[in-house]
């Protein structure tokens, strides 16, 4: 065995072991997260309506059928590995809405398989991570060998995701407010994607009064936002009804004038 071979052997084996290392740390944070209580427990329930119905809109093996509980166990278990991710990078659980708004700009444009589905989130986890975390450093390197894909591929993905969501990732906290307002909103329609009778069927979720509170400032500003535009209707109508008034009294000088020095000229003969 030549010196090229033997550190092959021996990077490769460095990696194998730094993967390991990786793993057994992400299972470790994966399962200390199983003995504590979830945290966001109603905002993940309605967005795994969300991306529930995604399925159901593009990939074919969902459509036109029952609902599934085993789905909604799946994509929550998802939740729990993006969670266990952000963790690991020491950013708050709260970075969970926007991995699941960037998703769903991507799946707007491109569609989805439930194949898919991992693959999506996990990058939306690491693109949004980079994006807003700024005393993290995320590393390709890392997410790859935790979940045994290789480093080309993980940098392929993330370039294709950033190419569905056309490199928009600008969100400010009233896009993430009314985005989570969307995801109750969206309870009714998700429960009438399914065309037969459900059993044991999803539970429908009340927002909490924190948003309920929001919601009633958004209509106040909205009904704000009504009286000024009327007020200004009725403001450019007074102006244009002035305007007309002045062009009216002003042909009737004009008009008068005219008639005065008609009759101050006498008729040649």
């Known amino acids: 065995m030549d010196q090229q071979q033997l550190y092959q052997q021996q990077q490769q084996h460095q990696h194998q072991q730094r993967s390991h290392a990786y793993q057994r740390m992400f299972r470790k944070l994966l399962h200390n997260r199983s003995l504590v209580q979830k ?3 109603q905002e993940r329930i309605v967005a795994s309506y969300k991306i529930y119905s995604w399925l159901i809109q ?7 059928t029952a609902f599934r509980r085993e789905v909604l166990v799946a994509i929550d278990e998802i939740f729990d590995i993006v969670l ?11 970075l969970l809405l926007p991995v699941i708004i960037y998703a769903d700009r991507f799946v707007a444009r491109s569609g989805i398989k439930h194949n898919q589905l991992f693959n999506l989130l996990l990058t939306s986890s690491v693109v949004s991570l980079k994006f807003w975390s700024e005393s993290t450093q995320v ?19 993330e370039r294709r995701f950033l190419t569905g969501v056309d490199y928009n990732l ?4 009233t896009h993430v407010s009314n985005y989570l307002l969307e995801l109750y909103d969206h309870q009714n329609e998700f429960f009438t994607l399914f065309k037969q009778p459900f059993e044991n069927a999803p539970q429908f979720l009340q927002k909490p009064i924190e948003l309920i509170q929001y919601e009633q400032q958004l209509h106040q500003i909205y009904q704000l936002q009504i009286k000024i535009q009327q007020q200004k209707f009725i403001e450019e109508q007074q ?3 002035h305007h007309h008034q002045q062009q009216y009294q002003n042909s009737q000088s004009n008009y008068s004038d005219a008639m005065v020095i008609t009759q101050m000229v006498s008729p040649m003969c």
């Open 58 to 64: 593009h990939d074919p093996a969902y459509k036109h």
């Open 239 to 241: 102006q244009l009804q």
């Open 170 to 173: 600008f969100l400010t906290n």
């Open 84 to 94: 266990a991710i952000l963790d690991m990078m020491k950013c708050s659980s709260n």
């Open 39 to 41: 945290p966001l427990v």
């Open 139 to 157: 590393n390709n390197a890392i997410i790859a060998d935790i979940f045994n894909f290789s480093l080309k591929d993980m940098n392929l993905m």
